[in-house]
């Protein structure tokens, strides 16, 4: 099925998008991974590039702890009046009472403004969309018990001030969770997409509309008009939908979806991830076409020797943006400083394919690292090198365990890998795990393999969360050097039991 494979792999959910002239503009919920919101962009909606990131300093965000699945919810890009805007949550400002933040600019890659907090909006999820008369107007799922539901309100971009109370618009097609909401005004109509049914298999996205923003929004007959909940389809989760009429006058939509492996209930590692579908307008009324478009195969492999003086935007902190203990080597690496301010000391990139491997060398001669694979602070695979052993971990919960140590000659740096391997398929053609992850280290051409591990303790449905695994290195004491990091996909294939 065409629809199966992601425009973007890896976690990189909650997709909004825009068009100008003949490219578009796509972002990603970042929850507490720093820098904050990426954004890609294309001229064929299938093929997709990592421009940078949105939140990329201090100034942008001021409480970002790094709480799992905290931090960035639910962004909107648009571009109005030849200036992009991003509307998004940080939920770590809700107990502070501060709502969402605005932020604008003249080019997608950056650098993007401080942002502007819109006072009297407390929730998530929030959209921006201008009327006729040119005014702009917010809209987002309340959090406010005095003000429940989706709520809207026209605003002043340039204070984040209301001009008046919010709203309530449709309330959904009676789903759990109503969230997600985009408001469009196509022709004679105000169109409201919502997500419903929870981020999980109950995921879908409906519609309603009205002649105006004072309503009433009638429900579209066929609600929801995307999902794969209850279907034998190899995506599921579908849901949190954007559209976007192309340059050609046609219609697609961006939305979340997941790829679960393994036995019942399927268990999906990569996070939530963006797809594409076709729309097709039928009695005023979008009704998805997912044979539309084909995603070509992508090669998202990548070698880092961190030779220049600016990171990748593929690079990640947890909770605080990697320059802030990391510094370039004169001649290629990375200084990565345990000791340099709060927090964890780790970069890490988004895992993006389903089966990969991926490699890394630092030096310990001041210090000790890992080289790991987390889907959060808690579940997590790794290797630690403290520049005379290597010990291989696995951290689910609560319980940390070695599973074997290996020692290192004086003088040598090794290489550590970590792969994502098909799961063994039993004689009933099913697979237990969704994959298994191989611990190895290399040194001096001979390689030591750990073990392979069970991959499902390094997935959603049992750690929970929004997020999907990351793999990267964590100075955990002192400085160490990082010399290199290799990533490709690897092919997949599965062994019978």
Do not use: K
């Not at 309100?153 to 959904?172: M, N, S, V, Y």
């Not at 109503?178 to 196509?186: A, S």
Request: hydrophobic share 40%; with cysteine.
């Amino acid at each position: 099925m065409t629809a199966s494979e992601p425009i973007l792999a890896g976690f990189y959910p909650d997709p909004s998008i825009c068009r100008v002239g003949d490219t578009y503009y796509l972002v990603s919920s970042s929850f507490e991974y720093l820098p904050g919101i990426p954004i890609h962009v294309s001229t064929d909606l299938v093929t997709w590039t990592l421009v940078g990131n949105a939140l990329t300093r201090e100034s942008q965000i001021a409480e970002h702890r790094g709480y799992p699945s905290a931090g960035i919810f639910a962004p909107t890009i648009r571009h109005h009046n030849g200036t992009f805007w991003i509307i998004g949550t940080n939920v770590n400002d809700i107990p502070l009472g501060r709502g969402h933040f605005l932020i604008h600019t003249s080019d997608p890659a950056g650098p993007w403004s401080d942002p502007v907090h819109i006072a009297g909006a407390i929730g998530i999820d929030p959209d921006i969309v201008w009327d006729d008369d040119d005014s702009a107007h917010v809209t987002w799922c309340s959090l406010n018990p005095e003000q429940p539901g989706i709520q809207s309100a026209p605003i002043d971009t340039t204070t984040g001030a209301l001009f008046a109370p919010p709203r309530q618009l449709w309330q959904g097609s009676g789903l759990a969770f109503p969230e997600g909401p985009h408001l469009y005004r196509i022709a004679d109509w105000w169109y409201l997409v919502l997500a419903e049914g929870g981020t999980e298999r109950g995921h879908a996205a409906t519609i309603a509309r009205a002649r105006t923003l004072d309503g009433p929004f009638e429900a579209a007959p066929h609600n929801p008009f995307l999902t794969h909940r209850s279907l034998a389809h190899p995506v599921q989760n579908t849901g949190h939908a954007d559209l976007i009429e192309l340059a050609d006058g046609t219609w697609a939509a961006v939305h979340l979806g997941v790829r679960p492996r393994g036995q019942t209930p399927g268990f999906h590692v990569n996070g939530r991830e963006s797809f594409l579908v076709g729309i097709d307008w039928i009695d005023g009324w979008p009704v998805v076409d997912e044979t539309r478009f084909t995603v070509p195969p992508v090669d998202r492999s990548f070698a880092d020797h961190f030779a220049g003086s600016d990171l990748h935007p593929r690079w990640l902190g947890v909770g605080r943006f990697p320059a802030s203990f990391t510094r370039p080597r004169t001649g290629g690496g990375l200084l990565i400083d345990a000791e340099a301010g709060e927090g964890r000391a780790l970069i890490a990139a988004r895992a993006t394919d389903l089966v990969w491997t991926a490699s890394a060398q630092f030096t310990a001669e001041a210090g000790t690292g890992r080289f790991l694979l987390l889907i959060d602070d808690r579940n997590w695979y790794g290797l630690t090198y403290d520049g005379t052993t290597v010990e291989a971990t696995l951290a689910v919960g609560p319980i940390e365990h070695s599973v074997g140590r290996h020692d290192i000659p004086a003088g040598v740096v090794p290489t550590l890998r970590i792969s994502a391997i098909p799961a063994p398929v039993l004689p009933h053609g099913v697979s237990l795990e969704p994959d298994l992850i191989e611990l190895a280290v290399i040194v001096e051409g001979a390689e030591r393999v750990f073990g392979a591990f069970d991959g499902r303790y390094l997935s959603t449905e049992v750690t929970g969360g929004f997020t999907g695994r990351v793999f990267g290195v964590q100075a955990l004491t002192g400085q160490i050097e990082l010399r290199e990091i290799h990533y490709a996909p690897t092919a997949e294939s599965a062994s019978t039991a």
